[in-house]
């Protein structure tokens, strides 16, 4: 009787190289040798000699995928068929990060993330933030929006975000922004006390070294 387990029987692999853990009894004569191929009718796969453990490499492609073995005693019996199964996942998640709806300005630090994962084969499970992409916030679960704190200081300002699928795999994604708190500075030229008639000319003159400047609005008091 025999058992093979993969990789400790985890649900998914990210890579093709794994572990088999490989276990066999003979209370007649011993396990002698053993037969492990990737598809049950062990088609060209030669009888080797018995041990617990071994390198495996799987068939390539993302999916579900079966290791077998069956073991042999030195009376050559040989055993029923085991096998053991795990999910194949290389590919990280795809995905996007927007910041406030894809505007090109902010002008506060408090911004409302839009977040988008998809993962065919093993699902998406957590996400993670930074301000840097190296100083990371704590896993969390995924979802579809997140309100985010940018770092201070106007200027450009970029927001990572680090999805992650269940087996493993991750995948960076960014989106950036100007951040613009300072207001606009602006001037209008001196009035004289009087005018004898209704109509003047009146000049002002403005700038704004973060955003530049978008309008302008004008408003008379009567003052009589």
């Given at each position: 009787?025999?058992?093979?387990?993969?990789?400790?029987?985890?649900?998914?692999?990210?890579?093709?190289?794994?572990?088999?853990?490989?276990?066999?009894?003979?209370?007649?004569?011993?396990?002698?040798?053993?037969?492990?191929?990737?598809?049950?009718?062990?088609?060209?796969?030669?009888?080797?000699?018995?041990?617990?453990?071994?390198?495996?490499?799987?068939?390539?492609?993302?999916?579900?995928k079966?290791v077998?073995?069956?073991?042999?005693?030195?009376?050559?019996?040989?055993?029923?068929?085991?096998?053991?199964?795990?999910?194949?996942?290389?590919?990280?998640?795809?995905?996007?990060?927007?910041?406030?709806?894809?505007?090109?300005?902010?002008?506060?630090?408090?911004?409302?993330?839009?977040?988008?994962?998809?993962?065919?084969?093993?699902?998406?499970?957590?996400?993670?933030?930074?301000?840097?992409?190296?100083?990371?916030?704590?896993a969390?679960?995924?979802?579809?929006?997140?309100?985010?704190?940018?770092?201070?200081?106007?200027?450009?300002?970029?927001?990572?975000?680090?999805?992650?699928?269940?087996a493993?795999?991750?995948?960076?994604?960014?989106?950036?922004?100007?951040?613009?708190?300072?207001?606009?500075?602006s001037?209008?030229?001196?009035?004289?006390?009087?005018?004898?008639?209704?109509?003047?000319?009146?000049?002002?003159?403005?700038?704004?070294?973060?955003?530049?400047?978008?309008?302008?609005?004008?408003?008379?008091?009567?003052?009589?």
């Amino acid at each position: 009787t025999g058992s093979v387990v993969i990789d400790g029987d985890v649900t998914y692999a990210t890579t093709v190289n794994v572990s088999l853990g490989l276990q066999a009894m003979d209370t007649g004569t011993g396990v002698d040798t053993m037969m492990v191929a990737n598809t049950n009718d062990f088609d060209g796969v030669d009888w080797v000699t018995y041990t617990t453990g071994m390198a495996w490499v799987l068939t390539s492609g993302d999916g579900a995928k079966t290791v077998y073995a069956k073991f042999r005693d030195r009376a050559a019996n040989i055993s029923l068929v085991y096998s053991d199964d795990i999910i194949l996942d290389t590919i990280p998640p795809q995905g996007s990060i927007i910041i406030n709806g894809g505007a090109i300005y902010a002008d506060s630090t408090i911004v409302t993330l839009t977040l988008a994962a998809n993962d065919t084969t093993s699902g998406v499970s957590q996400m993670q933030f930074s301000s840097d992409g190296q100083t990371w916030s704590s896993a969390e679960p995924f979802t579809t929006s997140k309100t985010w704190t940018l770092t201070t200081g106007d200027g450009i300002r970029t927001v990572y975000v680090r999805y992650r699928d269940n087996a493993g795999n991750v995948a960076v994604y960014n989106d950036t922004i100007t951040l613009d708190t300072t207001p606009p500075s602006s001037a209008i030229s001196t009035l004289p006390s009087y005018y004898n008639a209704i109509t003047f000319t009146v000049s002002w003159a403005g700038s704004d070294v973060g955003s530049g400047l978008a309008n302008y609005d004008i408003q008379f008091k009567d003052n009589s």
